[in-house]
């Protein structure tokens, strides 16, 4: 949902509002979901308080000054972006709400006049809006785990309170027994029995599509289209993965995390509803100068080539999938700290997108970045990086500046 478009005014100035109002009306066409009143008092911005509660972000036109107090009210029900002009001391008003805004730790910015820079700007809180419009109030499913366990490594309390998502926890002997209850998926078993394998048997796929018809069916009775999967306390009793069932859900446009990866998952959506592809979750492997490894046993089919199926790298059970990158792509890699306060931002190329040593997960990429991966360690930021296709630098860091994250 992109945001509304309202304008404030002195009642003194109404008139003078207006002409301004339809300016910038008119110069942010398509960058707003609808159009709401000038407003001259407080209790005019009450009356529509559920309506400013829809939206996470509300541009602003700040027409006059004496509008502070208007600016402060419409912020307790949506965060603002004040779009202020070089006349009838918008601006200065708008700098006092600001202020005073920053002092309660309530995000708000401004944007000053309609130049080529500050329309780009409004284009990227536009999207900004759209991105974090469709996490809001998202159910997301731990598979494997309690909630307690992901509380203690996980900023659940950010998911839960900065995003209003919901995690629900399935504890791993309740899922054990859907496990051991459900069907075989056929789509899955044709899809990966397809492709060339080594060190797997028939009955390791056909096992991992019993997985996935648990996963689904438990995705589906909750209504989640987002999930994360705590792997290695399933696998170590079952001797078998879910890494087939997480890339086919991940090709299904079902966000899919392994290792009970809170900050992983948040990211790999981001991702993909920037670019409209499954983002792929790495370990970090190595670095050296600028050249970066990521590897996984898991990867959506969809953005790789040449894919097959092989045994897990850490323990030889079950399936899990190797792919190849296409060389030369420019990429976005980033990930959130386990506890959200803090993201990691680069761009690169992929160097090489096949695996190049057996001594790593099973889809293996490495990336000429272009800021130094020694800021991942010195910071400890995350044992994971996310990596999707095309350059995202300048998106993440608008929805970092949002959500009050640090950036690295």
Same mark, same amino acid.
């Given at each position: 949902?992109?945001?509304?478009?309202?304008?404030?005014?002195?009642? %003194?100035?109404?008139?003078?509002?207006?002409?301004?109002?339809?300016?910038?009306?008119?110069?942010?066409?398509?960058?707003?979901?609808?159009?709401?009143?000038? #407003?001259?008092?407080?209790?005019?911005?009450?009356?529509?308080?559920?309506?400013?509660?829809?939206?996470?972000?509300?541009?602003?036109?700040?027409?006059?000054?004496?509008?502070?107090?208007?600016?402060?009210?419409?912020?307790?029900?949506?965060?603002?972006?004040?779009?202020?002009?070089?006349?009838?001391?918008?601006?200065?008003?708008?700098?006092?709400?600001?202020?005073?805004?920053?002092?309660?730790?309530?995000?708000?910015?401004?944007?000053?006049?309609?130049?080529?820079?500050?329309?780009?700007?409004?284009?990227?809180?536009?999207?900004?809006?759209?991105?974090?419009?469709?996490?809001? &109030?998202?159910?997301?499913?731990?598979?494997?785990?309690?909630?307690?366990?992901?509380?203690?490594?996980?900023?659940?309390?950010?998911?839960?309170?900065?995003?209003?998502?919901?995690?629900?926890?399935?504890?791993?002997? &309740?899922?054990?027994?859907?496990?051991?209850?459900?069907?075989?998926?056929?789509?899955?078993?044709?899809?990966?029995?397809?492709?060339?394998?080594?060190?797997?048997?028939?009955?390791?796929?056909?096992?991992?599509?019993?997985?996935?018809?648990?996963?689904?069916?438990?995705?589906?009775?909750?209504?989640?289209?987002?999930?994360?999967?705590?792997?290695?306390?399933?696998?170590?009793?079952?001797?078998?993965?879910?890494?087939?069932?997480?890339?086919?859900?991940?090709?299904?446009?079902?966000?899919?995390?392994?290792?009970?990866?809170?900050?992983?998952?948040?990211?790999?959506?981001?991702?993909?509803? #920037?670019?409209?592809?499954?983002?792929?979750?790495?370990?970090?492997?190595?670095?050296?100068?600028?050249?970066?490894?990521?590897?996984?046993?898991?990867?959506?089919?969809?953005?790789?080539?040449?894919?097959?199926?092989?045994?897990?790298?850490?323990?030889?059970?079950?399936?899990?999938?190797?792919?190849?990158?296409?060389?030369? &792509?420019?990429?976005?890699?980033?990930?959130?700290?386990?506890?959200?306060?803090?993201?990691?931002?680069?761009?690169?190329?992929?160097?090489?997108?096949?695996?190049?040593?057996?001594?790593?997960?099973?889809?293996?990429?490495?990336?000429?970045?272009?800021? %130094?991966?020694?800021?991942?360690?010195?910071?400890?930021?995350?044992?994971?990086?996310?990596?999707?296709?095309?350059?995202?630098? &300048?998106?993440?860091?608008?929805?970092?500046?949002?959500?009050?994250?640090?950036?690295?």
């Amino acid at each position: 949902m992109k945001p509304a478009i309202l304008t404030v005014s002195s009642s %003194s100035q109404e008139r003078g509002a207006n002409k301004v109002h339809i300016e910038f009306v008119d110069r942010l066409k398509g960058l707003y979901s609808e159009v709401l009143p000038i #407003l001259t008092s407080v209790e005019a911005i009450r009356n529509i308080a559920k309506k400013l509660e829809g939206y996470p972000l509300v541009y602003v036109v700040v027409a006059t000054g004496g509008t502070s107090d208007l600016i402060l009210e419409i912020a307790k029900h949506t965060n603002t972006v004040l779009l202020t002009h070089g006349k009838q001391n918008s601006l200065a008003s708008a700098l006092n709400a600001a202020f005073r805004l920053k002092r309660k730790e309530k995000y708000v910015k401004i944007v000053h006049g309609l130049s080529s820079s500050s329309l780009e700007e409004i284009k990227y809180t536009s999207l900004v809006s759209e991105v974090v419009s469709q996490l809001k &109030e998202k159910r997301i499913i731990l598979f494997c785990a309690s909630k307690e366990w992901a509380e203690k490594t996980y900023g659940v309390g950010f998911l839960e309170e900065k995003l209003k998502m919901k995690v629900i926890p399935v504890d791993i002997e &309740e899922f054990i027994e859907k496990f051991e209850k459900s069907k075989e998926n056929e789509e899955l078993i044709k899809k990966y029995g397809s492709f060339p394998r080594t060190e797997v048997v028939e009955e390791d796929i056909v096992k991992a599509s019993r997985i996935l018809t648990a996963m689904q069916d438990e995705l589906k009775k909750i209504g989640a289209d987002l999930c994360v999967f705590r792997c290695f306390p399933f696998l170590t009793r079952e001797k078998i993965t879910p890494c087939l069932a997480i890339s086919h859900l991940l090709d299904l446009g079902i966000t899919a995390a392994c290792e009970g990866d809170l900050s992983s998952m948040l990211m790999l959506k981001i991702l993909h509803l #920037l670019s409209g592809k499954p983002a792929f979750m790495g370990n970090v492997e190595d670095f050296q100068n600028n050249l970066l490894l990521l590897a996984h046993c898991t990867v959506a089919s969809t953005i790789v080539s040449n894919c097959s199926v092989r045994s897990h790298f850490e323990t030889d059970f079950g399936a899990s999938i190797a792919g190849v990158f296409k060389e030369n &792509e420019e990429v976005t890699l980033a990930n959130f700290s386990p506890d959200f306060r803090e993201i990691f931002i680069t761009t690169g190329k992929i160097e090489k997108g096949y695996p190049v040593s057996e001594e790593f997960c099973r889809t293996q990429v490495l990336v000429r970045i272009r800021s %130094s991966p020694k800021r991942i360690v010195e910071r400890a930021v995350n044992r994971h990086l996310c990596i999707v296709v095309g350059n995202f630098e &300048e998106e993440l860091r608008r929805l970092a500046e949002f959500l009050g994250v640090t950036i690295l």
